[in-house]
């Protein structure tokens, strides 16, 4: 096994592993290392009575369900190739050519330990191997084992899916080689886009534990209430800051049987590990009878043939139509933002709880009951309350962990409350207060994470350690402070001459505020003087969603022409703006990076993107094209693709028909790119363009970049008016692949309009093939179809049903 050096210290390096279990899990996992462009060998039993070619069957077909799964487990379809398929029997020889072993067969002691055993007679000494299981304990797994085989065996435990699902705990034993650890921790982290917790191997370990725990508590809870499954789900999803999936659709999303067996694991082994509350009858009945989820396509919902959503009454075990909750409260804290103001609301401690509050009354000691456990439960599952916090953020998809959470409803408050209705009270906490503190956290702007936690062991706040290269804009903020801001963006100092204009409308949408900035700054003689790059990203979930339509509609709505002019003008100056600064200017987006935001994105220098984008053109959703120069630069890349084919060809060349083509589909069918792989492929990013597989390490990479461009001698690129207008003869292809559309009543007259208007603009106009055009001339030519599109009612409608819906309409 080759070795590499990583700051000075000898680390094992990882080309090529091995997957030991192709069920779901394990080839998800595969799969997400040939996201990575890692190759794998997935290799699982043979089945009885297997002849020579199936006798592989079994991991060929867990192959085939993760390269049909959805989400989609592969970043595009092609990287299945990395993926090689095996058994027990032919192919445990091949585990020497492997530089890391995952077990992930069933969650059995004595089948994993019986594998294991012909493992370690085939793995070469030094390789690293780990298991998957969600919480068996790990030493024992490898109990009587050599030592080489321990020093290098620990626990991984992926969560699935695992391309989407960032958490990765990594659970050593006492044995385990820290070297090794290191290894997979990095590889994990930057390669993997993980965000590795370490825990102690403890039953079910940190997420598991704590999730366990909370939504057991929930069942326990509802039956005491007698509150419905679709009243618990409105109450424990999106308005205490958990996914919207909730409790009960997320158990049918993930499987009750995955939830009956963590139980399992710690009713097993008894003692203070088995939970306080156990599965309700109703659960274990559902379990008797297989209704476990979408996997069985019934669960605590199901679908009726019309498709209408079914819940179940879990006191009959009967279906019935899904009802809509009816909480005043609760529908009072949707229009609040901030989740601890919205928390605080819901629990009554903005106030006197009111009499009758059910949502207040079941959410107390849902989350009550929860700060306490998991206080309880410091050091025994995590040396600190961060690994918590940062495992139910990370593999529940939780806003914030309980700490975080305790810390947004106010510590002092809650604490106060259950004193006096004589809750227990977590001696960690008395501790807490007891120092004079106030928080779980508190701003650190020195520390490279912005902030620091109460640390139990020396009861003094101690800076949250994060990995070299993990950084946010938040604590950019905090510690280089911001340059300037207005409403819709503001202009942080990155620090070696690199600023960063950030997003913060609402929902990331972009408004006059966010051009302006984003002009001003980029324009000679102003603030942006003091900068030698740029680097445009936010903190959000999404990088944006396009361009604010509430300004457009009404503007177009009051017939207002000359104010529509100017903002299309204000779009394209602005994109225009970033594409001929003379400082580099690197976009990195993520995410939802829709319409304009992928305008922005096409004109940057380099685009530095998190491998989870989905981005597109996706203007033709509400009855338009894309305005800002996005049609201009999908042409562009079109000719430039063709003249690469063939030098010096110009006007309707095969090669120039053929790329412009797949461009007017990209944008007249809203092709949506679901991963930085795919957007390449569209053409919304370079084949220089880097990927960055780790959400938080996204700003420090485009920073990097932006600094790599600054250090060659960056040099603008100059306005073209050399462009050769794909022209008349396209043009007239294109109209007629419309019309025949049209004709066989695939397309409405509408979407033929629109259709057309794009084929026109993606041509250059109606003239002779190869005429030569500039950049500012397709953005006239975008700007007056954009006008004439604005002017359709069906366009109106269109727009006012994306701003009541969030969807498109198609009519």
């Not at 030094?126 to 490898?142: C, F, H, R, Y």
């Not at 009960?248 to 590990?273: A, K, P, Y």
């Not at 942080?492 to 949408?509: Q, R, T």
């Not at 894309?626 to 095969?654: F, N, Q, Y």
Request: net charge neutral; aromatic share 8%.
């Amino acid at each position: 096994m080759s070795d590499v050096i990583r700051k000075g210290v000898r680390v094992k390096h990882i080309n090529k592993v091995a997957i030991l279990g192709a069920g779901t899990m394990g080839a998800r996992i595969a799969a997400h290392f040939a996201n990575a462009g890692v190759p794998s060998y997935l290799l699982d039993i043979v089945p009885p009575d297997a002849d020579a070619p199936a006798r592989s069957k079994v991991a060929a077909a867990g192959l085939e369900a993760a390269k049909k799964s959805k989400p989609a487990a592969f970043f595009e379809p092609s990287l299945a190739r990395l993926v090689t398929v095996g058994n027990f029997e032919d192919d445990l020889g091949k585990l020497s050519e492997v530089n890391w072993i995952i077990e992930a067969v069933v969650e059995n002691l004595d089948i994993k330990r019986a594998l294991l055993k012909r493992v370690e007679a085939a793995r070469k000494p030094g390789t690293i191997i780990t298991t998957n299981t969600s919480g068996l304990p790990v030493a024992k797994i490898a109990e009587g084992f050599s030592d080489d085989f321990r020093r290098c065996w620990f626990g991984t435990h992926f969560f699935n899916p695992p391309r989407y699902m960032r958490l990765l705990e990594i659970i050593p034993t006492s044995e385990t080689d820290r070297t090794l650890l290191d290894a997979v921790t990095w590889f994990a982290d930057v390669r993997l886009g993980k965000g590795v917790v370490v825990a102690k191997d403890t039953p079910n370990f940190i997420a598991n534990r704590i999730g366990t725990f909370s939504v057991l508590n929930v069942m326990r809870l509802m039956q005491e209430m007698d509150l419905s499954i679709e009243e618990v789900d409105a109450l424990t999803g999106q308005a205490v800051g958990w996914p919207k999936s909730a409790t009960f659709r997320t158990i049918d999303l993930v499987g009750l049987d995955i939830l009956g067996h963590v139980v399992s694991n710690m009713e097993q082994l008894g003692g203070q590990e088995c939970p306080p509350h156990a599965l309700p009858d109703f659960y274990k009945e559902m379990l008797e009878r297989k209704w476990l989820g979408d996997k069985t396509r019934g669960g605590f919902y199901k679908k009726a043939k019309d498709d209408e959503r079914l819940a179940l009454d879990w006191k009959t075990l009967e279906y019935h139509p899904r009802q809509k909750p009816k909480f005043p409260k609760l529908d009072m804290a949707k229009n609040i933002e901030d989740t601890g103001a919205r928390v605080r609301m819901l629990l009554g401690l903005d106030g006197q709880p009111q009499k009758g509050d059910k949502a207040g009354a079941f959410l107390w000691p849902v989350l009550a009951d929860l700060w306490t456990y998991s206080a309880n439960h410091v050091p025994e599952i995590s040396d600190t309350i961060v690994e918590i916090d940062r495992a139910m953020r990370l593999g529940f998809n939780w806003e914030l962990g309980p700490f975080e959470l305790w810390d947004a409803a106010g510590v002092d408050a809650t604490v106060a409350r259950m004193k006096k209705e004589g809750r227990p009270i977590a001696a960690n906490v008395e501790k807490l207060l007891a120092a004079g503190k106030k928080s779980w956290y508190v701003d650190e702007p020195k520390a490279v994470s912005g902030r620091a936690y109460f640390d139990l062991g020396s009861a003094t706040y101690t800076p949250v350690q994060v990995p070299s290269g993990v950084w946010s804009v938040t604590v950019a903020k905090k510690s280089n402070g911001v340059v300037k801001k207005n409403s819709g963006a503001s202009l942080i100092d990155l620090g070696d001459g690199v600023a960063c204009v950030e997003f913060h409308s609402k929902m990331n949408s972009l408004g006059g505020d966010i051009i302006s900035l984003i002009t001003q700054t980029l324009k000679p003689g102003s603030t942006g003087d003091n900068f030698d790059a740029f680097v445009i990203t936010n903190d959000a979930t999404n990088f944006s969603v396009g361009a604010n339509l509430m300004l457009l509609l009404m503007s177009v709505q009051e017939e207002e022409w000359d104010e529509v002019d100017l903002m299309i003008r204000q779009f394209q100056g602005m994109t225009q703006a970033i594409k001929f600064s003379p400082k580099p200017v690197v976009v990195a987006p993520f995410g939802l990076t829709l319409g304009g935001g992928t305008e922005i994105s096409l004109h940057a220098a380099k685009r530095q993107p998190h491998a989870e984008l989905y981005m597109g053109l996706v203007e033709v959703g509400v009855g338009l094209l894309p305005g800002g120069g996005g049609c201009k630069e999908m042409l562009l890349r079109a000719a430039d693709t063709a003249a690469a084919i063939r030098p010096g060809g110009r006007g309707e060349s095969v090669e120039l028909m053929e790329a412009i083509k797949r461009a007017f589909e990209i944008i007249a069918t809203a092709k949506v790119a679901t991963s930085a792989h795919e957007a390449r492929g569209l053409g919304f990013l370079a084949e220089s363009d880097g990927i960055t597989m780790n959400r938080e390490r996204v700003l420090n990479d485009a920073k990097a970049r932006a600094l790599e461009l600054v250090r060659a001698g960056y040099e603008p690129p100059v306005p073209r008016s050399d462009i050769p207008a794909p022209g008349e003869n396209i043009l007239a292809a294109l109209k007629l692949g419309v019309h025949l559309m049209r004709q066989g009543e695939y397309i409405t007259e509408y979407e033929g309009k629109l259709g057309t208007k794009i084929a026109e603009v993606l041509c250059g106009g109606n003239v002779t093939s190869g005429t030569p055009v500039s950049e500012q001339y397709l953005l006239d030519l975008e700007r007056e179809a954009f006008k004439s599109l604005c002017g359709e009612r069906k366009t109106q409608e269109r727009i006012q049903y994306t701003l009541k819906t969030g969807k498109t309409l198609r009519n």
